[in-house]
């Protein structure tokens, strides 16, 4: 038995070194990956299921370390947010996708709202309203058309600091949402003091459209207390006809998934918003 215990405490420690080199060598990667652009957005269309009209976009990160395979965000997110990298990788987005939308608009595509993440080390962090209101004029690009995406969970962590952070943003006109509403553990008497315009219904919630009786209750409790908080609302992961039309009916605002496109690379969005309807 004490042999069995030493192997497996061997192996244990095996596992965890090779874990932690793994983590460094990413970490080490990722600190480089910014100067050496290996970052790129994708664009998710937002679609307005009463016209089917597409009608924002959600910025997607991208990275592709130079020679390698792509990561994806579930691999370094976490990472970049401990790490703090994620302040300056946010940053980088946020820019990124304030010009992809002036460059559209230059164009005379249709005006479209582009939301981003925002992580809560970024939200957090002391100078970020600064840093937006810099960048608002920097790119002169219209407050209003800006989403900001934050996760109930981030603004739990600190709720009345991070409040206090959403309620500048709402001066500075941007629009905010809560992304993956439902998931996290706010309470109805958060939610009402929370600055919001928007609640993005999370994708597990959706997946089981229209079948799973609870679910559609919970979509339609969701629909209906937006509704009342004068809230509009997203939903998200939507892959099929039958969930679409299911929002369609009982909710009529706005969709996002599959079924409509995935993320897309700047040039293709542009060319579907182009086209315009996407379903
Ligand atoms: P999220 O903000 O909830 O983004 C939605 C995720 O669902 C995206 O995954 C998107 O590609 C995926 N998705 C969209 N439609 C469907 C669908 O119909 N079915 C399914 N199964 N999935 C769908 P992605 O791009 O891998 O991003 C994962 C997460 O990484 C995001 O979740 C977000 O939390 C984070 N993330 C991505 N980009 C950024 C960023 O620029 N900044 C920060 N802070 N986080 C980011
Ligand atoms: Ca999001
Ligand atoms: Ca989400
Ligand atoms: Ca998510």
Known sequence: AKETGRNRFQFFTEDMNRKID????????????????EFIVHYQPKVDLPSGRICGAEALLRWHPLG???????????????????VPIGDWVMRAACAQSKEWEAH????ISIAVNCSPRQLLDPDFIERMHALLE???IDPGRLEIEVTEGTIMQHPEEAI??????KELGLKLSVDDFG?????????????????????SFVRDLPDDRDDAAIVEAVASLARSLGLRVTAEGVETAAQAEFLRQHC???AQGYYFSKPLPAADFAALLRAGAVA
């Open 108 to 111: 005379g595509l249709p005006a």
């Open 22 to 37: 793994e983590r460094l060598r990413l970490q080490s990667r990722l600190q480089r990956a910014l100067q050496r652009g």
């Open 138 to 140: 920097e790119t002169d």
């Open 68 to 86: 390698e395979e792509a990561v994806p965000p579930s691999k370094f997110i976490g990472l970049a947010e401990e790490t703090g990298l994620i």
């Open 252 to 254: 009529n605002d706005e």
């Open 183 to 203: 998931t996290g553990y706010s309470s109805l008497s958060y939610l009402k003091r929370f600055p919001i315009d928007r609640l993005k219904i999370d994708q």
């Open 164 to 169: 206090a952070i959403l309620a500048r943003m």
